[in-house]
């Protein structure tokens, strides 16, 4: 079965500074997709960013970005000037076909 | 924000009751799903469709049941609460393909269940 890791249950980073969220996930397939999701409190899940296996290419929205090493199963989103509203949980999840795993979460702090 | 939304948002409710979570969406999405969320948990998909008339299972055994009547509308029902059921529970959907932006999935704002 398709497992995702996100170890890191708690994150704090300074407001203006760079965090970087941790997922690793086990497939044996080749073709599939990467989200990263946000939750904020009391609010809705929103997509943050996405990459398909097939691209080398890391994805890039804005201030997030995405360190996808492919061969290591590891997809990890870096957040540059952090800001308040970046406050949340935020999930990594794998996507292939029928089956979609999300990890734990790791929930965020921005310190002013 | 997406255009999908749930109701209730919260309900509390007695042991033995029947309940049906409303889900609805109006991007004409073909693909819609369940998710159970305990708090500071991750998702777990209990119930998806590809479309109308079409129910799955997904892989977290849950004792709901789901129908897909029309494209836009998913509800799930408890036929009987029990205080097992009290969690989060999260409607999503998404668009038919292989691209990865179809791939992605739009979240409604949950339900919180508590059962008595």
């Known amino acids: 079965a398709q497992t995702v890791t996100q170890s890191q249950p708690e994150m704090s980073v300074q407001e203006a500074e760079t965090v970087t969220l941790s997922c690793t996930y086990d497939?044996?397939?080749?073709?599939?997709?990467l989200f990263w999701y946000k939750q904020p409190p009391s609010r809705q899940m929103i997509l943050v960013i996405r990459?398909?296996?097939?691209?080398?290419q890391n994805a890039t929205e804005n201030r997030f970005s995405v360190n996808f090493q492919k061969a290591a199963k590891s997809f990890s989103l870096k957040i540059s000037d952090s800001q308040l509203g970046d406050a949340a949980m935020y999930f990594c999840?794998?996507?292939?076909?029928?089956?979609?795993?999300f990890g734990a979460g790791t929930r965020l702090t921005v310190k002013p | 924000e997406a255009d999908i939304y749930q109701t209730p948002r919260y309900l509390v409710i007695g042991t033995g009751k029947k309940i049906t979570l409303e889900c609805s969406q109006t991007?004409?999405?073909?693909?819609m799903y369940w998710y159970q969320q305990d708090p500071g948990m991750e998702l777990h998909l209990i119930h998806y469709?590809?479309?109308?008339?079409?129910?799955e299972k997904g892989d977290l055994s849950s004792e709901s049941t789901v129908s897909r009547i029309r494209t836009e509308h998913f509800p799930l029902t408890l036929e009987s609460a029990r205080p097992s059921h009290t969690s989060q529970y999260l409607c999503?959907?998404?668009?038919?393909?292989?691209?990865?932006?179809?791939?992605?999935?739009?979240f409604g704002p949950g339900t919180r269940l508590l059962v008595l």
């Open positions: 999503a959907s998404s668009e038919d393909g292989r691209l990865a932006a179809q791939e992605t999935q739009y």
């Open positions: 497939t044996s397939e080749s073709d599939y997709y």
């Open positions: 990459q398909e296996a097939y691209k080398q």
């Open positions: 999840a794998y996507r292939r076909i029928n089956d979609m795993r």
């Open positions: 991007m004409g999405h073909d693909k």
């Open positions: 469709s590809y479309g109308v008339n079409s129910t």
